[in-house]
């Protein structure tokens, strides 16, 4: 099972991000759907049922012995990734908690028997995929920012025509 730990920005937040998303850029990439919008935390890829039950167990470990505090983060920045042709969105600087929150899920992604994941951290919503130049800068952004007071573990299932993801277990931050 392919599986990522992620925060999703709560409905209201996801459809103002979709709608100055259409509104601001078009058609630049294939637009990542409104059900899909998130920000990635730790990537796992394809894991065991059994090494996904483990994960989830330390996750749960984890939570009981810290306080991890949910936090507001604004959405002000965009950027492109042109090898794999991602334009996002997300903070021009963020808390150290969601460095550390992200830090220790890669940790106990590696754990579990993932490949660690060498690239710095850059919290970010996916807005367009396959994107062949970066778009030009907004003329405004959205004036949005991400409110999360839980982490998520998804499964990225394929579809047809993209992927669905799917929270298969969520944990309140106890210190939010």
């Not at 394809?46 to 012995?65: H, Q, R, Y």
């Not at 992200?102 to 060498?118: F, Y």
Request: net charge positive.
């Amino acid at each position: 099972m392919r599986v990522f730990f992620g925060i999703e920005p709560d409905q209201a937040t996801a459809l103002a991000i979709s709608d100055w998303r259409d509104r601001q850029f078009g058609r630049v990439g294939r637009p990542v759907p409104v059900a899909n919008l998130h920000m990635t935390l730790a990537f796992a890829g394809e894991l065991s049922l059994t090494a996904i039950d483990g994960l989830c167990a330390a996750v749960e470990n984890w939570l009981d012995s810290a306080s991890v505090p949910g936090a507001a983060v604004a959405l002000d920045r965009t950027g492109y990734w042109p090898g794999p042709g991602i334009y996002w969105l997300g903070p021009a600087s963020w808390p150290e908690s969601l460095e550390a929150q992200a830090r220790k899920l890669r940790q106990l992604v590696v754990g579990a028997g993932a490949r660690r994941d060498r690239r710095a951290f850059q919290p970010h919503i996916t807005l367009f995929r396959q994107c062949r130049e970066a778009p030009p800068q907004p003329a405004r952004m959205p004036g949005a920012a991400l409110d999360y007071r839980e982490i998520a573990l998804y499964e990225s299932r394929p579809l047809r025509d993209g992927v669905a993801y799917h929270v298969l277990q969520a944990w309140p931050l106890p210190g939010a």
